[in-house]
């Protein structure tokens, strides 16, 4: 069997199919707003049938949700690896930061993206959001001011994945001032890694 561009096709597993797809429509969405794209542009972009983005994904809002899903995976991990359960806080917080700034870096067209669609307010996106407060505030003592504080300082870092820094501003500069304003008030008041 051929493709529709003239190569043999080979049997891909079905999440290399996947990923294909979810690569292929990041790249289309990119630039466009998301209500503009079609199936089929997505499915020549990652050299698959329109019927296998279909078999993967039954409408757009499926496949922006997982979109959505694949990045909040990918940004679970960066701020997983910054949580050191060896340092105090100020250096969680920063290294949260940096974190939260590599991953807008790396991910910004999604991001955007994503806002654009709307989907920043998904059900699946907000539980993701609420599950990474929950870790963080059980490394930081799992107190009620350890989930305000998870639930602040990952706010204000997320920010930055859609909204610009000031020009003269970097990831490290707001890492630094929210360290330097909000540890030592956290940790006074019982905010700890544990």
């Known amino acids: 069997m051929t493709t529709r561009r003239g190569h043999r096709a080979t049997r891909l597993d079905p999440e290399v199919r996947r990923e294909l797809i979810h690569d292929a429509a990041e790249r289309v969405l990119t630039a466009r707003l ?21 078999n993967y994904f039954t409408n757009g809002t499926g496949l ?3 979109l959505a899903e694949r990045t909040l ?4 991990r960066e701020v997983d690896g910054a949580l050191d359960p060896g340092t105090d806080l100020a250096e969680q917080v920063v ?7 590599r991953h807008a870096r790396t991910n910004a067209d999604t991001w955007k993206m994503l806002s654009r669609s709307g989907l920043l307010d998904h059900p699946s996106v907000l539980g993701a959001r ?4 929950a870790r963080i505030a059980l490394r930081w003592g799992d107190t009620p001011e350890a989930h305000l504080a998870a639930w602040s300082v990952t706010g204000l870092y997320e920010l930055t ?3 610009p820094l000031p020009p003269s501003a970097s990831g490290e500069d707001l890492a630094r001032f929210l360290c330097d304003l909000l540890a030592p008030a956290l940790e006074a ?3 700890v890694p544990t």
């Open 161 to 163: 994945g859609f909204n």
């Open 130 to 133: 609420a599950d990474r407060v």
């Open 189 to 191: 008041r019982g905010v």
């Open 73 to 76: 995976e990918r940004l679970d």
């Open 34 to 54: 998301p209500a503009e794209v079609t199936f089929e542009e997505i499915a020549d972009a990652a050299e698959v049938s329109r019927g296998l983005v279909y």
């Open 95 to 101: 290294a949260l930061g940096r974190a939260y700034a």
């Open 64 to 66: 922006l949700v997982a």
